[in-house]
T-cell receptor, first 109, second 117 residues
């Protein structure tokens, strides 16, 4: 079956760095997306990885290892507005996104 | 990035009524749109995939006669919740995929909060 595994909740301090890990199992693979979702709002796109390695985009970076079925999202210089849920969503062979429950990130001053 | 709008953003209705939600891609043509439902503190659940000009593909367990989807043009898909009941109260989100390319990103609408009394 298809499965996503992310920590349910993480806490970090403003200004610090946090890494959110994701392991996945899918039927086929066509890239992996990371989305941010604030409470009561729709998800917004953060990053996309289709090849192994690190993609850097400002304060956010995302890493992928296809052989290990593993990805992480790295957030640097954390700000209070980064408090949100972070969703790891691999895309299967039919180009459907597979969603887990996401990781709720709490930023403390 | 591309913009997807959804209307209405919030709706409260009585049990037994039907509610229509519109999803529009504002600056691109979307051959494929997706409808999701999300209950509090749960993951996004794909309800159906809507392809322009053809019937929607529903996920297992989603009643196609209750959740009517129409994708009449490349920029508009509608979801109608027929005979809504309190258990249909949820956050409904649509997304549209941009034309095939490098990323195939899904762009999400802002969502519709449905409350059935």
């Amino acid at each position: 079956g298809q499965n996503i595994d992310q920590p349910t909740e993480m806490t970090a301090t403003e200004g610090a760095i946090v890494q959110i890990n994701c392991t996945y199992q899918t039927s086929g693979f066509n890239g992996l997306f990371w989305y941010q979702q604030h409470a009561g709002e729709a998800p917004t796109f953060l990053s996309y990885n289709v090849l192994d390695g690190l993609e850097e985009k400002g304060r956010f970076s995302s890493f992928l290892s296809r052989s290990k079925g593993y990805s992480y999202l790295l957030l640097k210089e954390l700000q209070m507005k980064d408090s949100a849920s972070y969703l790891c969503a691999p895309q299967d062979s039919n180009y459907q996104l597979i969603w887990g429950a996401g990781t709720k990130l709490i930023i403390k001053p | 990035g591309a913009v997807v709008s959804q209307h209405p953003s919030r709706v409260i209705c009585k049990s037994g009524t039907s509610v229509k939600i519109e999803c529009r891609s504002l600056d691109f043509q979307a051959t494929t749109m997706f409808w999701y439902r999300q209950f509090p503190k749960q993951s996004l659940m794909l309800m159906a995939t809507s392809n322009e000009g053809s019937k929607a593909t529903y996920e297992q367990g989603v009643e196609k006669d209750k959740f009517l989807i129409n994708h009449a043009s490349l920029t508009l898909s509608t979801l109608t919740v027929t005979s809504a009941h309190p258990e249909d109260s949820s956050f409904y989100i649509c997304s549209a995929r941009d034309p095939p390319g490098e990323v195939n990103e899904q762009f999400f609408g802002p969502g519709t909060r449905l409350t059935v009394l």
